[in-house]
């Protein structure tokens, strides 16, 4: 499955985003999707991630209750909404697919990843 990120920018402290990642293909269903994102000089860390139909999701402890992940597999998408942004939620986000759907989501589960969209928060 190829994806494509967008929805990044730059954002002040306290403000939101929406992430989307467009999925082509079929089988968008068949795939557990999640959300990543590397700060300048760090690695690539998990955000959060959604089961097949939408009714499972995980967190990052340091994105929980300002996130939300979700997805319309009509659309072929995955949403990741940002809420109360801070500056050390600048990076480059990432979306990513996998075939199957863990509880603790790594990097190595996902075989299919996007191109990434700069978040960048700062006053």
């Known amino acids: 499955v190829q994806l494509q990120a967008s929805g990044g920018g730059l954002v002040q402290p306290g403000g939101s985003l929406r992430l989307s990642c467009t999925a082509s293909g079929r089988t968008f269903s068949s795939y557990g999707m999640g959300w990543f994102r590397q700060a300048p000089g760090k690695e690539r860390d998990f955000v959060a991630s959604?089961?097949?139909?939408?009714?499972?999701?995980y967190y990052a402890d340091s994105v929980k209750g300002r996130f939300t992940v979700s997805r319309d597999n009509a659309k072929n998408t995955v949403y990741l909404q940002m809420n109360s942004l801070k500056p050390e939620d600048t990076a480059v986000y990432y979306c990513?697919?996998?075939?199957?759907?863990?509880?603790?989501?790594?990097?190595?589960?996902?075989?299919?990843w996007g191109q990434g969209t700069q978040v960048t928060v700062s006053s």
């Open positions: 990513a697919a996998s075939p199957k759907f863990y509880s603790d989501p790594q990097e190595a589960d996902f075989d299919s």
């Open positions: 959604v089961s097949f139909s939408g009714a499972v999701t």
